[in-house]
């Protein structure tokens, strides 16, 4: 079983359980499916491609989890970095992880 197939079943089976918890606010399966799906497709028609690398720059939060779910859909390896990370250690790991895609905040 994969972390798709596994959202998947959770979301079908308890679509409104408590999967995560955000800054006081919870997040069913079916919201996080529903989520991870969205960035999936966002990631995808900006050209995201199975077998890429992209490396998540997030804090621990709702959109961290949604777009490592959302690259799990897609077949997409994810790189996390520590938000503490400057940029020239982000630069490092970026390129010696081969990544063409960041995710980061605005």
């Given at each position: 079983m994969n972390f798709t197939s596994l959202l998947e079943r959770h979301a079908a089976e308890r679509p409104d359980a408590v999967a995560f918890h955000d800054a006081g606010r919870p997040l069913s399966?079916?919201?996080?499916?529903d989520e991870s799906r969205r960035v999936a497709s966002l990631l995808y028609a900006r050209g995201v491609m199975p077998g890429d690398r992209?490396?998540?720059?997030?804090?621990?939060c709702?959109?961290?989890?949604?777009?490592?779910m959302a690259c799990a859909r897609l077949g997409v390896?994810?790189?996390?970095?520590?938000?503490?990370?400057?940029?020239?250690?982000?630069?490092?790991l970026v390129s010696r992880g081969r990544c063409r895609w960041l995710?980061?905040?605005?």
């Amino acid at each position: 079983m994969n972390f798709t197939s596994l959202l998947e079943r959770h979301a079908a089976e308890r679509p409104d359980a408590v999967a995560f918890h955000d800054a006081g606010r919870p997040l069913s399966y079916r919201e996080l499916r529903d989520e991870s799906r969205r960035v999936a497709s966002l990631l995808y028609a900006r050209g995201v491609m199975p077998g890429d690398r992209l490396a998540l720059w997030l804090p621990n939060c709702t959109a961290w989890l949604a777009t490592f779910m959302a690259c799990a859909r897609l077949g997409v390896t994810v790189i996390s970095m520590n938000t503490r990370f400057r940029s020239g250690e982000v630069g490092d790991l970026v390129s010696r992880g081969r990544c063409r895609w960041l995710v980061m905040w605005p």
